[in-house]
């Protein structure tokens, strides 16, 4: 048997009496022991600690819904263990997707990225607007309106006498035929 087991057992009895406080330090201390494992199981699997957290949370919001499912005649460590273990799953699945994906970069590489001398932005702008020139008038005015000059759908639309959900059609025809476009010159 757990060590755990009989405090975490009469917390989560307690709140089946309305003993809120009782609940709380259940939770403490549930949430404590989690991050301790789950933080140890994400560095196992070479994936960060950083969204740990995120994990524990998940596993708690779990266990608070599902605390009334719980069959007080049988040992609540298992239950405990079991909907932690799915979560941590879950989330591990979650995160190798979204790391396969994800370039990390310095604090001094980011800053980088945001920073251009004046004519790189000339060379940029004329970049986008090469690009941009392929789109039929219709399309053209939409990139320009909501993607380089920041206008809103709403007051795009308005501008460009249409509705907001005919610009986004056309926005995302737009943005679609310009991927396949920048795919095609970089020989894709």
């Known amino acids: 048997m757990s060590m755990h087991e009989i405090p975490w057992r009469e917390g989560l009895l307690a709140e089946r009496r309305g003993d809120a406080m009782a609940y709380e330090a259940f939770l403490r201390d549930f949430a404590a022991s989690m991050r301790r494992i789950v933080a140890m199981r994400l560095r196992r699997l070479r994936l960060t600690a950083d969204e740990a957290e995120d994990v524990v949370q998940e596993v708690l919001i779990a266990v608070h819904a599902r605390r009334a499912e719980w069959d007080a005649g049988r040992p609540l460590v298992p239950w405990l ?31 980088a990225i945001f920073v251009a001398e004046e004519s790189g932005r000339e060379h940029h702008a004329m970049d986008v607007e090469s690009l941009i020139v392929v789109l039929p008038p219709g399309q053209q005015a939409a990139v320009r309106a909501v993607a380089i000059e920041g206008a809103s759908h709403r007051e795009a639309a308005d501008r460009l006498g249409t509705t907001e959900g005919a610009l986004r059609v056309t926005l995302h025809r737009s943005l679609k035929r310009l991927m396949a476009a920048v795919r095609q010159g970089d020989g894709q």
Not at 83 to 91: G, P, V
């Open 81 to 111: 263990n079991a909907i932690a273990r799915y979560k941590t799953i879950d989330a591990v699945r979650r995160l190798r997707r979204q790391a396969r994906g994800r370039v990390d970069l310095s604090e001094e590489e980011w800053s």
